[in-house]
């Protein structure tokens, strides 16, 4: 490979996220999304009606408050998604990247779905109607389906492109590789979610930033 072709294989050191800001990016996913699992509820068709009221009894600015922390946790997925695409384009392109990137932004829009249905559902039980606490329960029961294929392309992802680039340590691709297969399989799915917030610190410490 020459000199020329060489440069145009990695992204240039304009483009590639400085370690402080991938890490605190990282870090605050973690926190936020620490809070939403330990502020949720397990919420499905058969829950009744009035467990759920009791779980939405607060006050419509705690509502608020929930839903703001919901987007910013959007926001924050999708700025770490265009840093970490360009992380792992360091050592050189790859179009598993781009996966990555577009896996983060299904993920971003899975949040974004979970926090609006969650006010909805504050708002239909501060209005006691019951018809709509149902059938918002019976939607977030099933808002798990879309996590699954944002954690197949996350995970594979990253995974393939830290094999491919050599900007991850072979250990962290191939556990990454392992937990995006897992992530269809029903309940193990559930695995992907709950290691994401400790992840995306894991590969914000360990991806390589130098070509």
């Given at each position: 490979?020459?000199?020329?072709?060489?440069?145009?294989a990695?992204?240039?050191?304009?483009?590639?996220?400085?370690r402080r800001m991938?890490?605190?990016?990282?870090?605050?996913?973690?926190?936020?999304?620490?809070?939403?699992?330990?502020?949720?509820?397990?919420i499905?068709t058969?829950?009744?009606t009035?467990?759920?009221?009791?779980?939405?009894?607060?006050?419509e600015?705690?509502?608020?408050?929930?839903a703001?922390?919901g987007m910013?946790?959007?926001g924050l997925?999708l700025?770490y998604a265009?840093?970490?695409?360009?992380a792992?384009r360091?050592?050189?392109?790859?179009w598993?990247?781009?996966?990555?990137f577009?896996?983060?932004?299904?993920?971003?829009?899975?949040?974004?779905?979970?926090?609006?249905?969650?006010?909805a559902m504050?708002?239909?039980?501060?209005?006691?109607?019951?018809?709509?606490i149902?059938?918002?329960?019976?939607i977030?029961?099933?808002?798990?389906?879309p996590?699954?294929?944002?954690m197949?392309a996350i995970?594979?992802?990253?995974?393939?492109?830290?094999?491919?680039?050599?900007?991850?340590?072979?250990?962290?691709?191939?556990?990454?590789?392992?937990?995006g297969?897992?992530?269809?399989?029903?309940?193990l799915g559930?695995?992907?979610?709950?290691?994401l917030?400790?992840?995306?610190v894991?590969?914000a410490?360990?991806?390589?930033?130098?070509?």
């Amino acid at each position: 490979m020459t000199t020329t072709s060489a440069a145009l294989a990695a992204v240039s050191s304009k483009e590639r996220p400085a370690r402080r800001m991938l890490v605190g990016l990282a870090v605050a996913i973690l926190v936020l999304c620490v809070g939403m699992i330990a502020t949720s509820h397990d919420i499905s068709t058969d829950t009744k009606t009035a467990d759920i009221k009791d779980f939405y009894d607060v006050s419509e600015g705690v509502s608020q408050v929930t839903a703001y922390a919901g987007m910013v946790l959007v926001g924050l997925v999708l700025f770490y998604a265009s840093a970490l695409r360009n992380a792992l384009r360091t050592t050189g392109r790859t179009w598993f990247a781009d996966a990555v990137f577009l896996g983060f932004g299904a993920l971003a829009a899975t949040f974004a779905s979970w926090t609006v249905t969650d006010a909805a559902m504050w708002r239909a039980v501060d209005a006691g109607n019951d018809s709509a606490i149902r059938t918002l329960a019976i939607i977030t029961d099933a808002g798990f389906l879309p996590l699954m294929a944002s954690m197949i392309a996350i995970y594979v992802g990253t995974g393939l492109a830290g094999l491919a680039t050599h900007a991850l340590p072979k250990w962290l691709a191939i556990a990454s590789i392992v937990v995006g297969v897992v992530a269809p399989l029903g309940p193990l799915g559930f695995i992907g979610f709950v290691v994401l917030p400790f992840w995306v610190v894991a590969v914000a410490a360990w991806v390589r930033l130098d070509a």
